[in-house]
């Protein structure tokens, strides 16, 4: 089974600090993906990467950044979190088949990030 | 636009009876379409997946859905709830419009009732 691995299910964080949220997948899988999930708001996408050193701005990418240096590792960055970051946020990875790019995703179990 | 609408936030049924979770979608292109499932501490699972061939699909535990074109809507259903089946339930639309779109509903919690 693919495993995507959050490091963190829990983080307490305060305003302005510099936060990184790691994910590591042991797939080979080519695309990675970091959201984050509201209430009522479903899974919104920060960024996705389809490849070491590339990544594509999502639906929501203010304040946040990322690094994928290694193809099974994709790191978010908050560069000065806010408390309006606090929110689950979920890794995702999947397989880039015939260059399709609409696969099944692979979930994280999420990091539950509070800054207070 | 492309769009996914669940209509209902929360769903509530006894164990042993059907389980229907609505959802539409509007998209100008052909989608693929999901249904996950996530429960409590857990991250998104999927259930089951519609990509043109079959309109009715068969996903795991039991659930399917209907990708019914005319209606835009691809509903879950299940005959018979489980008490497992307590979660919160989203409905994906994926376009492959030559770059990566894949929208969220906003998600439909199950509750189970013995």
């Known amino acids: 089974d693919v495993k995507v691995t959050q490091s963190s299910r829990y983080l307490v964080k305060r305003t302005g600090e510099k936060v990184f949220l790691e994910c590591v997948q042991d797939m080979d899988h080519e695309n990675m993906f970091w959201y984050r999930q509201d209430p009522g708001l479903g899974l919104r996408l920060i960024y996705f990467?389809?490849?070491?050193?590339?990544?594509e701005k999502g639906d929501i990418p203010e304040g946040y950044s990322v690094s994928r240096e290694k193809k099974e590792r994709f790191s978010l960055i908050l560069e000065s979190a806010s408390t309006n970051q606090t929110s689950m946020y979920l890794c995702?990875?999947?397989?880039?088949?015939?260059?399709?790019?609409?696969?099944?995703?692979?979930f994280g179990s999420g990091t539950q990030l509070s800054v207070l | 636009a492309q769009s996914v609408t669940q209509l209902d936030s929360h769903v509530s049924v006894s164990e042993g009876t059907p389980v229907l979770l609505r959802c539409n979608y509007s998209?100008?292109?052909?989608?693929?379409l999901f249904w996950y499932v996530q429960h409590p501490n857990k991250g998104l699972q999927l259930l089951l997946k519609y990509t043109s061939a079959a309109t009715l699909v068969k996903g795991i535990n039991g659930f399917e859905a209907e990708f019914k074109k005319s209606e835009t809507s691809f509903h879950l259903t299940k005959p018979s709830a489980h008490m497992s089946d307590a979660a919160e339930y989203f409905c994906?639309?994926?376009?492959?419009?030559?770059?990566?779109?894949?929208?969220f509903g906003a998600g439909t919690r199950l509750f189970v009732k013995a």
């Open positions: 990467s389809y490849d070491v050193k590339m990544k």
């Open positions: 994906v639309v994926s376009l492959n419009t030559g770059g990566f779109k894949t929208i």
């Open positions: 995702a990875s999947s397989p880039l088949l015939g260059g399709a790019t609409n696969e099944k995703l692979f």
């Open positions: 998209s100008s292109y052909s989608p693929s």
